[in-house]
């Protein structure tokens, strides 16, 4: 290589603090843009529902509105007195534990069978990103259709088979209108959920697991001792973006049920109250709080986690 | 092997993961073969009963046979003389890939700046970027809303695609860096002694290097926002701006007296075909742009 | 000269109640009232436009967006058909933009079109329970003079329905009152009281009726709890009178139903058409339901010629009651095309127009004269009844926090249904929620 890097190195040190400069200046004027943007569409408007928030709307008088008293945290307070702002918070957090839970240990399962299996692993590769593609509307309008009372295929099928429940009206009951809604989830993203555990699966070297096969490790050991200790930083990563999605859900609860029968999550929760009670107070309040939640959690796990981003901000290895 | 140096190896991969390749010595474990059937319809039945109640017309729509007694295109006909959904349809591809190239154009600098160059405070760009993709849509839609009435955007596709590339930057940006950072700097640093600038070097040299992490951004970008839900229904109200998940939720059918549910299945089967399409094609960029950081879906 | 004492009281006493007269009917919540609508202005809806005069729509030219729910019947579509027709020569012409079966859903597609101030509903099929929230917002255009020519057409419950705050904003179209349908077939002789209907019910194939958790529940459960003596607001509108014995009796005897099997578990997801297709399908001895069903169940394979409707029995120690629902016709304060929009509607409510509604769709009539017409007494055999029981049926709450008052009433309701909490706890929240409601700034 005729140019090596040592002379390239000395160049720049020669150029110092002048390069140095006008590549912060560069970079400052490509991130620019970016940061503008966000500052616009998401800054702009999230500071703007902390102000809707403070005021009180009147739902009578188009154009009345105040100061939510006291001190505008008026809204604040009806909320977390509200009981519906606790079933809400409940039901959000009961899904997101054990929505998050399954997807984990189907995907582990999943990616575990994809792993060992050399027969059918290019068809599961591909079968498997089939639920991720579909519209999350569309899955809730096709798991409506499945479990719907009288006309769906998992009545139909108990009936026939002569099980017990094939009258159940699935999503017009409180434990069962979640549980439905659960499952969806899980079949959405258990998928997804398996494709980065494999990815996982696939980094750790055989020779690890020769060496534990040599001094006698069962299967079980094996898989509790190396596999899960190596996959844990993968399924970390997948499980805060996940964990942060279920926090917000919305499309699913919204098509399938509207919220009722224990279904109401923080965002549906919110956007009863903007856009149907039109209480735009309350109603930002709402969002306001659900916002803080999802950073205080994802805050949480980026203390755990943050390693991984700072790692992205090095400039790389040369 | 400390964590970042466990997520750099997941990070990094190509080079480094062998697939198992095992010779079979004997069959597959028939464990494995029923995991493997199971999962396969696991995932694909209920697709398989969209197509099939998408095939079905009148009475049969109240029966819940696994296979169309009378299967009849009828739905796919009607749907395609819908205007709501052939709107629809259109203002989300027009969204959808709108968005998308911004994302991509603008994303890419910022990703490019903190991947590489020398910048006060990434982390704290870094921190805010990925903050803002934690947004809960609620909270963007109601101030979106009063703002977009006040202004004239509301009902409109820029009005949409703004507000999406609050979800679609961040993706892209963080994407797009693991790609950058893959890139070895040689060619770079080449460029620069050849006396490019590193704008120069940046638009010459690594944007086709990374061109397969340009697409894998994109085709993720693209599908999030082909999919979004809330904003849509909360910022439009006709089929003029309407993009396809809020049409097909509020979707009354063709006919009147019977439940639109051929018709909506058939819809929704002719919606996820060209994303399952898109999907198998491009499948290994997807995994791959995925494991790059474990991006949401 | 003295005044005698008496004739002082007298006197006093009359300036008293004037006083009282004038000024109680002004709170600063404009005027919630338990039935029946504000008859003088509280100012609440000043500034509002009114909508042109007919003499001035005569020669009116674009297009009109109708928008309305899903027409399950059938009507809409063709008097706007029949509308294009008409006009077709002087280039007017009319959109049917349709929205979900839910009445809630119609409402908040509307809503959000008019806080975006968007002309895109030129005219709105609205229920009847919408006007007070609506005006209030100034959302609709002033039909007063409109109204005011064509006033004895009218049936005078359903011009109620689109007053508020001492002026009419919209047009009666539709109106309504449910009815007890029932199988010729497996039932001789309608049952006096809803006690015996449900006992009825529980030996045969059950009572079908709207308890999901929706506007409609609210409906019934008014209509069971109207029967049985109960109230929703105090007289003066001002607080909720829910938590009543008589009330909770009513619930009681809803949950029951569900319990014993005089009513589907299912009926707690039914709104109107859920109903209808159960009833429709056979599975169903009796059914709860507006009269729109009638038509459709005649052209029904399984019922057909099977079935009748007859009025509501009374409620055991209580009496007869029906809720008015309905449909008015009315003129967003944003349309480009107010002309137009006036126009269809004179159309939409001529009396060629309504007895088509009523004759082939079985959709109750708002104009006097059409219920002595042959036709419409030929397809609505219960015409007579039906008349009377629209005349005499009570309004729900009038309000412009009505949304919520509703939602109070029948989210709670339907978990009682569901068995989710007794019929007092229910009640004693909606109770709590109603006047949280009342006090809403």
Redesign the interface.
Known sequence: MATPVATVGAKRARKGVSADKAERRLATRMVAPSMILIAIVGAYPIGYAVWLSLH???????G?S?FAEPYGLGNFEAALRSDTFWSAFVNTGVFTVISVTLELLLGLAMALAMHNAFKGRGLLRTVVLVPWAILTVVTAITWQTIFE??LGFVNTMLNAVGIPGG?T?W????PHAMGVMIFADVWKTAPFMALLILAGLQVISNEVYDAAKVDGATTWQRFMRITLPLLIPAILVALIFRTLDALRIFDLPFVLTKG??GTNTLSLEAYEEL?????IGLGSALSVLTFVIVMAVSFLYIRFVGGNIRSLTDEGKA | MSTADATQSVVVPKARVREKARKPREGQHPALWIAVIAIIIFCLFPFYWLVNVSLKTGADL?GADLVPPNPTLDNYESIFRNDDFLNGLKNSAIVSLTTTALSLLIGSFAAYALARLKMRRKFMVLAIVLSVSTFPGIAIAAPV?KL??DIGL??TLPGLIIPYLTFALPLTIYILVSFFKEIPRDLEEAALVDGATNFQAFRKVVVPLAAPGLATAGILTFIAAWNEFLLAI?LT??SSARTVPAAIA????ST??ELPLGTISAASVIISVPLILLVLLFQKRIVAGLTAGAVKG | MTVPRRLLAALLMVAAMTFVVACGGDDD??GDTGGGAAKESTG?TDGTKAAPDLAAAEKAKGSVTYCTG???S?AQ?KSTGQFNEKFKAQGLSAKLL????SA??QR??F???Q????G?CDIFYADVIWTAEFA???WLLDTSKYIEARKDEFIPSTLETVSFDGKYFGVPKQTDAGFLYYRTDQVETVPETWQAVYEEAAKQDGIVYQG??YEGLTVDFLELAFAAGGQVLSEDGKKSVINSPENVKALQFMADGIKNGAAP??V??YMEEPARRAFE?GRATFMRNWPYAYA?GNKAKKVKGKFAVAPYPSFEGGGKAGILGGHNLVISAFSKNPEGALKMIDFLTSEEVIKQDAAEFTLAPVLNATYDDADVKEALPFSAELKQAVEQAKSRPVS??Y??VS?AIYKNV?SAL?G?MTPEAALKKADSEINSALA??
Do not use: C, H
């Not at chain 1, 009180?56 to 188009?62: A, I």
């Not at chain 1, 999503?171 to 409180?174: E, K, T």
């Not at chain 2, 509020?250 to 059918?253: A, D, L, M, R, V």
């Not at chain 3, 806080?115 to 968007?118: L, R």
């Open positions: 009180e709307y009147s739902v009578r008088t188009p009345l105040r009372p009288q009258d009206v999503l017009g009951q409180s009722a029968y856009r149907a009670n039109r209480l | 109240s809303f977009w009435t509301y009902n909360t109200s006709s509020f979707f009354t059918g009147q007296f | 919540g404009g609440a899903k027409d399950t059938g579509i349709e929205f979900p079966e809630d859903e908040n597609q809503v959000q079109r806080e975006a101030k968007s895109e209030a917002q100034k999901a958790a578990k299912a707690t997801t399908s459709l412009p926090v949304p919520q939602a339907n569901s989710e809403t700034f």
